[in-house]
T-cell receptor, first 109, second 113 residues
Framework: GQNIDQPTEMTATEGAIVQINCTYQ??????LFWYQQHAGEAPTFLSY????GLEEKGRFSSFLSRSKGYSYLLLKELQMKDSASYLC??????????FGAGTTVTVRA | IAGITQAPTSQILAAGRRMTLRCTQD?????MYWYRQDLGLGLRLIHY???????GKGEVPDGYSVSRANTDDFPLTLASAVPSQTSVYFC????????????FGPGTRLTVL
């Protein structure tokens, strides 16, 4: 099974940078995903890491260290629309996802 | 492109009643999933199907059943609803290839009284 931990809440100022950490313990690692979920909406895919290192997609970047069981999502140049929950999910060898409880990010003007 | 649709959007149900949540995808994805999302617990997998004709149990399958008669549809049935099944239910699909990203439907908000 998977044990996935991420902070419950984070607050940052518009234009700033926020880093959301995710640690996991897994019986069979096969990739890590980050999803964004606005209140009352469905999760939407942000990023995928299966090898160690940094994946950059515009203002969002995701990092993975498999040996440390650690990932982070970096949100740069924060905008008000980035206020949402960010879900860390680990995929196992059977292609099943286990999700963390999510980190609610509030962006303030 | 519709992606994944779910129905109903929301429902209030009396305990003991039977309810089927519908999910349809038009992406020809092989795999489909049902999750429930509860405050503070994140998304938990209820049932999944890797291909039409097959289904499997997830983390919290008790009280739920599914069927996969064809590629596009994956209904979730609550045979006799209980208040602990009050939740937001999300259907998802993926193609089981490459990154195998899961794409989610808009969700069904279910209240069991």
């Amino acid at each position: 099974g998977q044990n996935i931990d991420q902070p419950t809440e984070m607050t940052a100022t518009e234009g700033a940078i926020v880093q959301i950490n995710c640690t996991y313990q897994t019986s069979g690692f096969n990739g890590l995903f980050w999803y964004q979920q606005h209140a009352g909406e469905a999760p939407t895919f942000l990023s995928y890491n299966v090898l160690d290192g940094l994946e950059e997609k515009g203002r969002f970047s995701s990092f993975l260290s498999r040996s440390k069981g650690y990932s982070y999502l970096l949100l740069k140049e924060l905008q008000m629309k980035d206020s949402a929950s960010y879900l860390c999910a680990v995929r196992d060898k059977d292609y099943k996802l286990s999700f963390g409880a999510g980190t609610t990010v509030t962006v303030r003007a | 492109i519709a992606g994944i649709t779910q129905a109903p959007t929301s429902q209030i149900l009396a305990a003991g009643r039977r309810m089927t949540l519908r999910c349809t995808q038009d992406m020809r994805h092989n795999a489909m999933y049902w999750y429930r999302q509860d405050l503070g617990l994140g998304l938990r997998l209820i049932h999944y199907s890797n291909t039409a004709g097959t289904t499997g149990k997830g983390e919290v399958p008790d009280g739920y059943s599914v069927s996969r008669a064809n590629t596009d549809d994956f209904p979730l049935t609550l045979a006799s609803a209980v208040p602990s099944q009050t939740s937001v239910y999300f259907c998802a699909s993926s193609d089981l290839e490459g990154a195998d990203t899961q794409y989610f439907g808009p969700g069904t908000r279910l209240t069991v009284l």
